[in-house]
């Protein structure tokens, strides 16, 4: 799998002029850090946005994100379900790693990022950075397990998900009294958001903007109620949009927009609503439904506007890049991520797999060209299919293999006619499971082929 290796820093000017023309360096006096926001989605689909084809739902904004900067088509979450994709992203290491791949964090779980584990907003502040974060944790309890004690100088947001019990709102340590307003809830999360940008200005900053929607049950202010074609979804899609408007707009004002790296993702697929352009399953499961995500940047200063990348990609990514862009080494030994810089100067893609994940059993992997499944990927997740063990046929593994990049997707299996492909993916992903089952936090749940 791949283990994050620097490759020895060079000031930002120097690296940025060697891009071959992919990255481009600004006529800079000196080598400026650019201020880096995050902004995370809750269950949106692949398809969800018009610069993934949608045409019901209107995202000028979130599109021209990637008309500034770059579009990739092969963005993945890092799991299926919110906590353990939350916890990949900030930390650039697979949830199992961290103890949290099990399922979501509940309302009352004692369960939380743990302490030793070094986010983003940690490594930023070791180059000077100032960090915030908005919206929805999901990581631990508040206020005990709050991002104030994970490198987040500022929070105002909300512990875990909109459909569990005591949904409060936070302002750093403190409970705001009173039911949330979800109804307001979009708009509350930018004022924060546009807050933190005007006082930020002054020193590099990071912003992670994680959104509550459109995770159910789904709210829209006024101004966005009724007004999609895609339903109430829409709507809030929609208003998320007009919210990453309203981020554009206060980096403008501050003159800071050129200089920021602005990353745009979900933390997983669709659940019940939600368009996955075609993708097969969604929330939950490890279909590419479930795990590929819409995954757009821009930074004007460093970066070619107007592109699409097919390579893969993943939320793990993040802290990686953000490290080779500041120069910082990352604490933890294993980090699962690598450095996109790389992919947007034209290089080969440096992902030799992307691991997909049930809980904490290892069920699936991909490379640029092959998507590979198997059998223990029903026992887990549908239960269903225990059955087939007896059937003839049945009595070894029942292995799905996918051309990644065919127009049929995962409707057929295609194991039988590449049998050198499947020994070779197989293999790996057995290696794979050596590493990542003595990391469980719990009994398997399930016996592999």
């Known amino acids: 799998m791949t283990k994050y290796r620097l490759p020895g820093f060079f000031p930002l000017l120097l690296l940025l002029t060697q891009f071959c023309g992919e990255l481009y360096a600004a006529e800079l006096g000196e080598p400026r850090s650019p201020n880096i926001i995050v902004i995370l989605t809750d269950d949106m689909g692949y398809g969800d946005l018009g610069v993934y084809g949608n ?22 979450a890092s799991a299926n379900v ?37 986010t983003v907003a940690e490594l930023v502040k070791r180059a000077g950075y100032r960090t915030g974060m908005v919206g929805k944790w999901h990581l631990g309890a508040l206020p005990e397990n709050s991002p104030l004690k994970h ?19 936070y302002a750093g340590a403190q409970k705001i009294p ?14 924060a958001a546009t807050d933190f940008i005007e006082q ?29 074609a895609a339903g109430l979804y829409g709507d809030t899609v929609e208003e998320i949009d007009w919210s990453t408007g309203q981020i554009v707009s206060a980096l403008k004002r501050k003159g800071l927009l050129e200089n920021t790296l602005i990353i745009f993702t979900s933390d997983n697929g669709p659940f019940f609503e939600g368009s996955t352009a075609g993708l097969k399953g969604g929330k939950g499961n490890s279909w590419e439904g479930g795990y590929r995500v819409p995954f757009v940047l821009s930074w004007p200063e460093a970066l070619r506007p107007g592109r699409t990348l097919d390579a893969l990609v ?14 910082v080494l990352p604490q933890a030994k294993t980090i699962d991520g690598i450095s996109l810089l790389p992919i947007l100067r034209g290089e080969k893609p440096a992902h030799r797999y992307l691991y997909f994940f049930n809980n904490e059993a290892i069920v699936g992997m ?47 299996s295609v194991a039988d006619r590449y049998p050198g492909v499947m020994r070779r993916l197989k293999q790996d992903l057995i290696k794979a499971r ?13 016996t592999y082929p």
């Open 55 to 76: 045409r019901l739902i209107r995202t000028p904004h979130i599109d021209a994100i990637a008309q500034r900067g770059v579009l990739l088509s092969n963005g993945y």
């Open 82 to 118: 919110c906590s353990p994709s939350r916890s990949g992203l900030l930390t650039g290491r697979y949830a199992i790693r961290s103890g949290l791949a099990w399922k979501v964090v509940a309302d009352g779980d004692a369960r939380s990022l743990p302490e030793e584990e070094e």
């Open 151 to 169: 490198g987040f100088d500022y929070f105002l947001g909300v512990a875990h998900s909109n459909d569990m019990p005591n949904f409060s709102l």
């Open 178 to 191: 009173g039911p949330v307003d979800q109804r307001k809830l979009t708009r509350q999360y930018t004022e």
């Open 200 to 228: 930020s200005s002054e020193q590099p900053f990071l912003l992670y903007f994680a959104h509550t929607f459109p995770h159910i049950p789904l709210y829209a202010s006024d101004p966005f109620f009724g007004r999609s």
């Open 314 to 327: 993943s939320n793990l990514d993040i802290l990686p890049t953000v490290a080779e862009i500041l120069g």
């Open 366 to 412: 991909r490379d640029q060209q092959w998507k590979y499944l198997t059998h223990s990927y029903y026992t887990g997740s549908i239960g269903a299919f225990e059955k087939f063990d007896q059937l003839p046929g049945f009595e070894a593994s029942y292995d799905l293999l996918f051309n990644a990049r065919g127009v049929e997707g995962e409707s057929y």
């Open 434 to 446: 050596e590493e990542f089952d003595s990391l469980r936090t719990r009994p398997k749940e399930q």
